[in-house]
């Protein structure tokens, strides 16, 4: 990771830590269980295919032929290519579809943290959640 990007996730996390220590002071335990449960499921969703990706490495390091019988290089292409297509295309994809399909109600505390919103629009919005959630609608 480079030194820029290193920076970048230091502060997103600052940041995040941030909000949910004003959640904890703002919320109820119900509804600040369900915002944590909502951030943890958004965390999860979007770094499970890392871990899947590095055992696929891992596996293919150690069980995959170094070379084919024509002499090619297998083991090299299939690290080069997965990596690229990991990195390039399917990693950027899967974290903006975590955008819509996990942790709406973090999203939505987060913008309202970041917009600096009134304690009124704090409690629609966990109220908003709430209907959602009895009508069977996850978080």
Same mark, same amino acid.
């Not at 965390?43 to 170094?66: M, S, Y």
């Not at 019988?69 to 579809?97: C, E, H, M, R, S």
């Given at each position: 990771?480079?030194?820029?990007?290193?920076?970048?996730?230091?502060?997103?996390?600052?940041?995040?830590?941030?909000?949910?220590?004003?959640?904890?002071?703002?919320?109820?335990?119900?509804?600040?269980?369900?915002?944590?449960?909502?951030?943890?499921? %958004? /965390?999860?969703?979007?770094?499970?295919?890392?871990?899947? $990706?590095?055992?696929?490495? @891992? +596996?293919?390091? #150690?069980?995959?032929?170094?070379?084919?019988?024509?002499?090619?290089?297998?083991?090299?292409?299939?690290? %080069? /290519?997965?990596?690229?297509?990991?990195?390039?295309?399917? $990693?950027?994809?899967?974290? @903006? +579809?975590?955008? #819509?399909?996990?942790?709406?109600?973090?999203?939505?505390?987060?913008?309202?943290?970041?917009?600096?919103?009134?304690?009124?629009?704090?409690?629609?919005?966990?109220?908003?959640?709430?209907?959602?959630?009895?009508?069977?609608?996850?978080?």
């Amino acid at each position: 990771m480079g030194k820029w990007s290193s920076i970048g996730a230091l502060m997103n996390k600052i940041e995040n830590n941030q909000m949910l220590s004003e959640a904890k002071r703002l919320l109820d335990q119900d509804r600040w269980d369900r915002l944590r449960q909502s951030y943890r499921q %958004l /965390f999860w969703f979007q770094i499970t295919p890392v871990f899947v $990706f590095v055992i696929a490495i @891992i +596996l293919v390091f #150690f069980f995959c032929p170094t070379t084919a019988a024509d002499g090619t290089q297998i083991k090299a292409a299939i690290i %080069l /290519f997965g990596t690229a297509f990991f990195v390039l295309i399917f $990693f950027p994809v899967w974290l @903006i +579809l975590s955008q #819509f399909v996990v942790g709406r109600l973090w999203h939505r505390y987060a913008k309202w943290y970041r917009q600096g919103g009134s304690l009124v629009e704090l409690d629609r919005i966990m109220a908003d959640s709430e209907r959602k959630n009895k009508g069977g609608t996850s978080l």
